[in-house]
């Protein structure tokens, strides 16, 4: 959607739908150094620049992990992941 990489539709539905989200580009707390962060920051900040439609949203809360589970967005890795 909008060009947007999944990771970005994702945060931009968890924002939309009002929940708080962090943006550090890292999966190592406190190890966000660097230009590689600024510009992971930078890009995930960007989220705030569109928006989905109603539509969209509303396909995206009707969606529901491959166990039923009503969890549209887990972890690789995680059981019940999409694409795992």
């Known amino acids: 959607a909008h060009g947007k990489s999944t990771e970005e539709v994702a ?14 580009p890292s999966s190592s707390f406190g190890k966000c150094v660097g230009e590689e962060c600024r510009l992971g920051i930078a890009k995930q900040a960007s989220c705030f620049d569109w928006a989905l439609t109603e539509r969209e949203m509303e396909k995206l809360d009707a969606m529901e992990s491959p166990d ?4 549209l967005f887990s972890s690789a890795g995680c059981p019940g992941a999409f694409g795992t």
């Open 68 to 71: 039923d589970n009503p969890t």
């Open 11 to 24: 945060l931009r539905w968890v924002l939309q739908n009002g929940m708080a989200a962090s943006i550090r």
